[in-house]
């Protein structure tokens, strides 16, 4: 990395390429930094519920070993995505519906180890879970598409992998009922693992899953939540497909994803800017993170799609994930337009102390860094 | 810009009756709640406003004074212990709950509104999970710059989880909006950054926080053992049987006895350790998993169990546990708290450690921790009058802290770094971690005038990016050099 800053070489470190198409449409890089020798689990220390990963460990590789010990890491980001390495996932902050109670990857680094352009390698946090010795520069590389350093290590808390799983779900054609009923789910005195909602071709499905001795019971008590919305729920106990089903309305092949970030309590608009667009949603919705797909648009459609959101939602941010390779030089995949923000100015200058040399993965980041 | 301009203009932005120079009055700011270390400010000042703490903040940056903020100076590491040569700006006054937005788990608040008001404002339907000891008094600012947690935070997480946006005052003045009620703003996660920076980046003028529906069942017990390695394998045990307590909480024999003297609780006197879980989340969850933690507590020979019958025995085992710091004055004169932490899987090996080292060094040691998260809180009982007595509990409280640091832990789990364990900061960090830490710090505050000498072992000047060496101005006061 030292050479490559020297020589102005531009890097981009890479994993397994799932999401190499997020952000803005840059120039290909001088040179792709693969992390795919650096695959090893450093350590599982099951008894502390930790694990020391290096970024190119693929996440079902790592799961698989967690599991032998009944655990895991709390991130179940899109199955599409089977090759995903936990660097990727953590440098586009990615996640799934266990994000509604275990939280963003942010949230599950506990230490991490970087390399800057400058050739420093350097590293924040530790191993425990409770630590606030210095800077926590895990959360400012997570999420951060590569344009800080390279990702070398990541510590990571770790979580009981479930005994068992139930689901309460039910449907309607009402996106304000819909709405109701996944924030009646939310505020109930329950305990989900994920809350989720889907809409596609105007009918609608909330889907309450919980994990634990007795999920079931627990499941019960969302029986009671959902009739006194005035839906019909039904109990699934062989819940996995219902969840695989959530995961992939996050991507699309070919097609347009955009994630709108709001709240509980905009779901059916959200449906509402979808539904004209033919777009279909899958929603965290006690987190009020949506994901908007238009599955089959075109270059034109995608363009627009994007435009009829934004002026729809805004000023929700209206974030860009998958679009059709052509589409995507006529959009800010970020939506970022004020240029003279505070925030973006904070950020530049972030970047300018971290990469001077200005050469991890630019111009794919927000307002161009 | 002289002194007395300084002190003119800060009395135009905030009034003369917010602006102190006086001893008397300034006596009152030297120490936050670690009084070991005590410094007076040239002046202490109290903003009503984000606009006016930006216009201070402001002032201090074109006059090149180094400043300090402060909430309820609760925080137990001298992280707002004044600059002598610098202003205190004392966020108190900003205490207004602009908005509880229920419907979407959202509070707004200004830094100076404490913990508990908070959870008071959403409760009994919702709660804050963050519960620091001191939340009747500790402010919400506070506890963004310490990231602070509390008993339930292996459970439910630290601050961090639960700041979704922050309005900031850079130390150049300038006001910045970070996130909002939204998650996933695009761009860096600076509130990340910002949260547990300890006052060295900015101060937070408006926090938007993320609150929880309260759980359906809460129970609790308080085990009583012969010895701490027995809990310590009860707290091993009920964690590898995946169960994750909303708290779990050890106490040695000598925190039980110091204890039960200031709250009459019912704790009894010669047991070697007490352990308090408490479960919460549904009902039926919580049951299966009660009956799971009783039967791993008689499995590893429990001597006694206690079970909260209702809340008012609930708020009793807790009223014990949550005075065991003030407690501590009923048996020692002097105590120095400390606030390692340690993988919880070294607990009896670190314990038996911190028992020695206390032999060595002759003075008692108590333990009271969150053996949840392996956060231990060793208080180091010494008498001040003795000779030297202070100067050996300061080293063998340094000597815990490398036992943990060498265990694979971390020199503090929630009271912060500040200026009480800068000088361990080299045991956990290596210099290139120090400067990645700095470049952050200069991306904020690239003329160090923000809290400065704190956090840091060693105060560090930020090069200018890019562009031609010009002086700094604390360089320049002869504060620091360049090095």
């Not at chain 1, 770790?158 to 689901?167: E, I, R």
């Not at chain 1, 270059?299 to 941010?317: D, F, I, N």
């Not at chain 2, 709660?127 to 506070?142: A, E, L, W």
Request: net charge negative; with cysteine; glycine share 12%.
């Amino acid at each position: 990395m030292r050479d490559c800053a020297d020589k102005g070489v531009s890097l981009r470190p890479v994993g397994s390429g799932t999401k190499l198409r997020w952000g803005r449409t840059t120039p290909d890089p001088d040179l792709e930094l693969a992390t795919d020798r650096l695959n090893r689990v450093l350590e599982h220390n099951a008894g502390d519920f930790t694990a020391v990963m290096q970024p190119g460990v693929k996440l079902a590789d790592a799961q698989q070993i967690l599991a032998d010990k009944d655990q895991m890491v709390a991130l179940d980001p899109p199955l599409q995505d089977s090759a995903a390495t936990l660097g990727g996932i953590v440098a586009t902050g990615d996640s799934g519906p266990l994000r509604h109670r275990f939280n963003a990857p942010r949230d599950l680094i506990l230490g991490i180890t970087v390399a800057l352009s400058d050739g420093t390698v350097a590293r924040s946090g530790g191993q425990v879970i409770k630590n606030v010795a210095g800077y926590d520069l895990g959360k400012l590389f997570a999420g951060s598409f590569g344009t800080l350093g390279l990702i070398l290590e990541l510590t990571l808390r770790l979580h009981p992998l479930p005994p068992g799983t139930a689901t309460a779900t039910a449907e309607t054609d009402d996106p304000d009922a819909l709405e109701r009923t996944a924030s009646a789910l939310a505020h109930a005195h329950i305990e989900t693992n994920s809350l989720d909602l889907a809409w596609s071709a105007g009918r609608g499905r909330v889907l309450a899953r919980f994990g634990g001795a007795e999920p079931a019971q627990q499941a019960e008590a969302a029986r009671r939540v959902i009739e006194d919305e005035g839906l019909d729920p039904v109990m699934i106990e062989d819940d996995a497909k219902l969840w695989e089903r959530q995961r992939a309305g996050q991507r699309s092949d070919g097609g347009l994803v955009v994630r709108v970030s709001g709240l509980q309590g905009e779901a059916a608009r959200v449906i509402r800017a979808a539904e004209p667009l033919g777009g279909s949603v899958v929603g965290r919705a006690g987190l009020g993170l949506y994901w908007v797909k238009l599955e089959h648009a075109g270059v034109a459609e995608a363009v627009a799609g994007v435009r009829e959101m934004r002026s729809h939602l805004g000023p929700l941010p209206c974030v860009v994930l998958d679009a059709p390779q052509a589409a995507r030089p006529a959009m800010d995949p970020w939506g970022w337009e004020k240029a003279d923000d505070g925030a973006l100015r904070l950020m530049r200058s972030v970047k300018a102390r971290f990469d001077p040399a200005g050469v991890c993965n630019p111009g794919i980041f927000v307002g161009g860094i | 810009m002289g002194f007395d301009l300084v002190l003119e203009e800060l009395r135009t932005i905030c009034g003369p009756e917010h602006v102190f120079i006086h001893p008397h009055q300034l006596h009152t700011f030297e120490s936050d709640g670690l009084a070991l270390y005590r410094a007076s400010p040239r002046v202490a000042v109290l903003p009503g406003t984000a606009e006016e703490t930006s216009r201070v903040v402001r002032v201090c940056h074109d006059a090149g004074i180094p400043w300090v903020a402060r909430g309820s100076g609760t925080g137990l590491s001298g992280g707002a212990l004044p600059h002598k040569e610098g202003a205190l700006i004392v966020m108190s006054r900003l205490r207004t709950i602009i908005e509880v937005d229920l419907a979407n788990q959202r509070v707004v608040v200004e830094p100076g509104v404490t913990n508990a008001e908070v959870s008071k404002a959403v409760g009994p339907t919702h709660f804050y999970p963050p519960d620091p000891s001191s939340q009747i008094v500790c402010s919400i600012g506070g506890n963004i710059a310490e990231n602070s947690g509390g008993a339930h935070c292996f459970k439910y997480g630290f601050t961090t989880n639960y700041v979704t946006g922050l309005e900031v005052v850079l130390p150049s003045g300038e006001i910045v909006t970070l996130g909002g009620k939204e998650l996933d703003r695009p761009g860096y996660d600076l509130i990340g950054a910002f949260i547990g920076s300890e006052g060295t980046l900015g101060i937070a003028t408006k926090i938007t926080l993320k609150v929880m529906p309260s759980p359906e069942d809460v129970r609790t017990l308080v085990a009583y053992f012969d010895g701490t390695e027995p809990a310590g394998k009860t707290v091993s045990d009920i964690v590898a049987a995946g169960i994750v307590p909303a708290a779990i909480e050890m106490m040695d024999n000598m925190s039980i006895r110091a204890c039960e003297d200031a709250t009459h609780a019912g704790y009894p006197p010669d047991a070697g350790a007490a352990l308090i879980v408490e479960l919460d989340g549904s009902e039926a969850e919580c049951k299966t998993r009660f009956e799971d933690v009783l039967e791993i507590c008689h499995r590893n020979d429990a001597n006694d169990v206690r079970v909260a019958a209702d809340d008012a025995e609930r708020q009793l085992i807790w009223k014990a546990r949550k005075a065991a710091f003030a407690a501590m004055g009923r048996v020692a004169r002097d105590y120095y708290v400390q606030d390692s932490v340690i993988p919880r899987t070294k607990l009896s090996e670190v314990l038996g450690r911190i028992d020695e080292l206390a032999d060595e060094h002759g003075l008692p040691v108590a333990n009271v921790f969150h053996a949840g998260d392996g956060n231990l809180h060793p208080l180091v009982c010494y008498d001040a009058r003795n000779e030297g007595e202070a100067h050996r509990a300061e080293e063998l409280a340094g000597a815990i802290v490398t036992a943990c640091v060498d265990a694979g832990g971390s020199i503090t789990g929630e009271h912060g770094v500040g200026v009480d364990k800068k000088k361990f900061m080299t045991k956990m960090f290596s210099e290139a971690d120090l400067g990645a830490f700095q470049r952050l710090r200069c991306a904020f505050d690239p003329e160090g005038l923000a809290n400065p000498e704190k956090v840091m072992p060693t105060p560090r000047l930020c090069g200018e990016v890019p562009g031609p060496y010009r002086r700094h101005p604390i360089e320049k006061a002869g504060l620091a050099e360049r090095f």
